[in-house]
């Protein structure tokens, strides 16, 4: 997205120039220069990640009797070897659910792991299955954990857990996350009366440096995915064409004080 938005201005500025409209083509050569520059070298995307992260920690302040730990989905691959694996960006929000897992288990509550994912890479096994045999591998039991594995987005993410949530009779709620996706997914799961504590599976930061590296603008396009996804989700209420939102349910969505 961020090379599309570049490539878009400096065509348009191209096109300025063919047309001998030159400074119309000079603003469009300087704003893709400057988008790349500032993207790429890190102030931009620093300050887009910033603000989509600050606020999120790695542990939970409380728990309650019934815990539920929601896993969202990070994506999956196929190794060289053939098998379905997940992703590099969903290994930290793996381990910190287990993480949170023994911390809740702990303190001799009853916790449930709801790994939620469907087959969004299209491999023919769901990320919930996939992310179940690693978690499985990590000590937690099987009886444990609740695979939600139809939602293809984090929209449907939330809705989908709706129904487990209430039917395991949740009273603490705790949403992991990368803390890039964490604003988005709180903002969904609210939309389905799920008030859920977030926290965060890893964090990343932009480099600086004084030439644009592929790092940052990789974090960029990441920032912008959350942010036009949350400005969709916005216009869509606006529009009517989201689901209804729905009440806030006790026990589900209670969070102790």
Request: net charge positive.
């Amino acid at each position: 997205m961020t090379l599309t938005l570049f490539l878009i201005l400096f065509l348009i500025g191209l096109v300025c120039f063919a047309r001998r409209r030159m400074k119309g083509g000079m603003v469009f050569a300087i704003l893709a220069l400057a988008w790349l520059f500032f993207a790429g070298c890190g102030p931009l995307t620093g300050m887009l990640l910033g603000r989509l992260q600050s606020g999120f920690a790695p542990d939970v302040t409380h728990w309650g009797q019934r815990n539920a730990i929601i896993l969202l989905g990070a994506g999956t691959v196929r190794s060289g070897a053939g098998a379905i694996e997940p992703s590099l960006y969903a290994n930290g929000r793996i381990i910190r659910a287990a993480e949170l897992y023994r911390a809740c288990k702990a303190t001799g509550a009853d916790c449930k792991v709801e790994v939620s994912g469907g087959d969004a890479m299209k491999l023919k096994q769901a990320e919930a299955d996939v992310y179940a045999v690693t978690l499985d591998r990590l000590g937690l039991p099987r009886e444990d954990l609740i695979l939600e594995a139809n939602s293809m987005n984090t929209f449907q993410n939330a809705q989908n857990s709706k129904p487990l949530l209430i039917s395991y009779g949740a009273d603490k709620v705790v949403i992991v996350s990368s803390a890039v996706h964490l604003k988005r997914a709180v903002l969904y799961f609210a939309h389905f009366g799920i008030r859920g504590e977030p926290v965060r599976g890893d964090y990343v930061t932009a480099r600086y440096d004084w030439l644009p590296t592929s790092e940052n603008l990789s974090f960029a396009d990441f920032a912008i995915h959350e942010y036009v996804g949350v400005a969709r989700y916005h216009f869509y209420n606006a529009m009517g064409w989201n689901a209804p939102k729905l009440p806030e349910e006790t026990p589900t969505t209670q969070t102790p004080t």
